[in-house]
């Protein structure tokens, strides 16, 4: 039993990663495209969360207004 190998997954598609030569931020993955496709995910999700807080902000000042007598 080999309890200091710890067995990584590529986030992408699943796959068990042997080797960490595509290692990008802690993560595995079994090909550079994966380790591409994973960053340009996580670019878009953060800039969604960036556009949803600015909604969000909007909206409870507006609602702090109509709700406030
Ligand atoms: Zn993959």
Known sequence: MATDVETRYCPICGQPVAEG???RFGEW???????????????????????????GSGSRQGRHRGGCC
């Open 21 to 23: 030569t595509y290692n």
């Open 29 to 55: 993955y079994c090909s550079e495209a994966h380790a591409e496709q994973y960053v340009t995910e996580v670019r878009s999700q953060k800039q969604r969360q960036l556009v949803n807080s600015d909604t």
